[in-house]
């Protein structure tokens, strides 16, 4: 191979790699990043957590554009809980809320939710994954 | 193929789907899930997340037990943030905290965090992922 092929072929791999991670940061940039945080009637604790857990299980399976849904309930106080929400990008989200899933789920817990708080957040690494 | 030998096919076929789906569940359930709620000096905002970026791509890229460390700051008060923590188990973690990045981290921002707490969770679906 001469000088010039390796020249010209290092260098289509450097712009491949550039355009691909500078593509995916984009995408990632236009994503919608929230953690919502829930207080539930502790005495509707288990039934909450059955329509939680089918609407998020729902929404991995069948919205490509629901990135994850992230539930953690606090040790201390059970009834307390925050969601890591990441959507692909805001029009995924919009789609989200219209979803017969998600309407079950809004519709079904509307008792039980005692208090709840939208935060609207960036996230340090766009790109972040769990292992 | 004989039935004996379909029957017996299936039957493997089943017992491995469940045992390493029991695997990837008993895994996941010695995870330590945490939320760290940070308050940052306004005045130090940009250099605590220069040290945070830092800490969080050496835990993730060193160590294996380290599985995220997903920081996202309030849109409406930017100086507060958020961490979902997780580890493989709890000695992933004490093993975290001693790494050279960790301390590198605590000592270089402890002038710098204002309020620190530190919520210990419990995932719905312990082996939600980010798509």
Redesign the interface.
Known sequence: MTRLKIFFLTFSIVAICIFSNSKAYAQAQKQM?R?AKLEIDSTHLQSY?IF??EE??AS?KLE?G???????????KPNH??I?E?YKDKKAYEKHIKTPHFKKYKEGTKDMVKALEL???????PN????
Chains 1, 2 share one sequence.
């Open positions: 990043v953690l957590k939680l857990r998020i299980e991995i490509k629901v990135l994850t849904l992230y539930a953690v309930f606090e040790v201390n809980l925050t890591l990441i935060v609207e957040t960036l996230p340090l690494i972040m994954k769990i292992k």
